[in-house]
């Protein structure tokens, strides 16, 4: 297996708060997410959340189905901050899990909430892998916030009651699921498994140049990660922020976020029969 990781931070004044690591067994992302500019009820931050989670999940990685593995470690890291931080907190951190697992002759995979999972398998277009859900919820609030230029006091109002607005519908029926700290939402997750010659794990910040800006497709995005690899697909990425820094071509919440891709190329044994 050839790995190749990259991450890019919105802003260098503040921490990266997503998490990727790649294992001879094992790939794992997570994008973390937390009330912006807002108390959450923790000490720590959105970013030890997602560094804690990560390496609960890989030390779990070989124990049983990837749910349970998710279920356990969303337990230890809320137990690692209970007695300290207001888990109960709408605003608590969070985190979107992306799981591979290499096991035998396929990829074992669990996705939640809104990273982006690609498989290059035998058919001609990438399966692209996530949970519409957020997405879902987000669309209902978003408008008020997507009339204003990103920087002025009035967007930034907006934006922090677009947040108020989606955190009411985290984690329950009808809403979307994140890892927190109920380890039930493991049974949310989207899981899977399949015979691939190459995947990739992308944070949203490292999905926009598809999903939000519409300038390349999956397939052509996960061309670019073969062969220029991740470091060219944020740099590109970064291109298209900074020449609509107001977002009055592509509205968006932030004018950067953070940003993290993954790409791995599955050797031969990996591979579905010719």
């Known amino acids: 297996m050839r790995a190749r990781l990259a991450t890019l931070p919105a802003s260098p004044h503040r921490p990266n708060e997503d998490f990727a690591a790649v294992t001879p067994d094992a790939a794992v992302l997570l994008d973390g997410a937390g009330a912006a500019e807002m108390d959450n009820g923790c000490r720590h931050g959105v970013a030890w959340f997602t560094r804690r989670l990560g390496a609960a999940i890989l030390a779990r990685v070989g124990d049983g189905p990837l749910r349970s593995v998710l279920a356990s470690a969303v337990s230890a890291t809320a137990d690692a901050h209970r007695d300290t931080c207001d888990?109960?907190?709408?605003?608590?951190?969070?985190?979107?899990?992306?799981?591979?697992?290499?096991?035998?002759?396929?990829?074992?995979?669990?996705?939640?909430?809104?990273?982006?999972?690609?498989?290059?398998?035998?058919?001609?277009?990438?399966?692209?892998?996530?949970?519409?859900?957020?997405?879902?919820?987000?669309?209902?609030?978003?408008?008020?916030?997507?009339?204003?230029?990103?920087?002025?006091?009035?967007?930034?109002?907006?934006?922090?009651?677009?947040?108020?607005?989606?955190?009411?519908?985290?984690?329950?029926?009808?809403?979307?699921?994140v890892a927190s700290?109920?380890?039930?939402?493991?049974?949310?997750?989207?899981?899977?498994?399949?015979?691939?010659?190459?995947?990739?794990?992308?944070?949203?910040?490292?999905?926009?140049?598809?999903?939000?800006?519409?300038?390349?497709?999956?397939?052509?995005?996960?061309?670019?990660?073969?062969?220029?690899?991740?470091?060219?697909?944020?740099?590109?990425?970064?291109?298209?922020?900074?020449?609509?820094?107001?977002g009055s071509r592509w509205p968006r919440a932030k004018p950067h976020d953070d940003a993290t891709a993954v790409h791995l190329s599955v050797e031969a044994e990996l591979r579905p029969p010719a």
């Open 87 to 177: 888990l109960a907190h709408p605003g608590s951190p969070s985190a979107t899990v992306i799981i591979v697992r290499f096991t035998g002759p396929a990829v074992e995979y669990l996705v939640l909430a809104d990273s982006v999972l690609l498989l290059s398998t035998a058919s001609e277009r990438p399966e692209v892998i996530t949970d519409p859900r957020v997405e879902a919820v987000g669309n209902r609030y978003r408008a008020p916030m997507d009339s204003l230029r990103n920087g002025t006091p009035e967007h930034a109002e907006a934006r922090r009651a677009f947040v108020r607005a989606t955190l009411g519908h985290r984690n329950r029926p009808g809403g979307y699921w």
């Open 181 to 246: 700290a109920d380890p039930s939402v493991a049974a949310e997750a989207i899981t899977g498994s399949a015979a691939v010659t190459s995947l990739a794990l992308l944070s949203d910040g490292a999905t926009r140049l598809v999903d939000t800006f519409a300038l390349e497709t999956w397939e052509g995005l996960l061309a670019s990660l073969t062969s220029a690899g991740p470091e060219e697909l944020l740099r590109r990425t970064r291109a298209a922020e900074l020449s609509d820094p107001a």
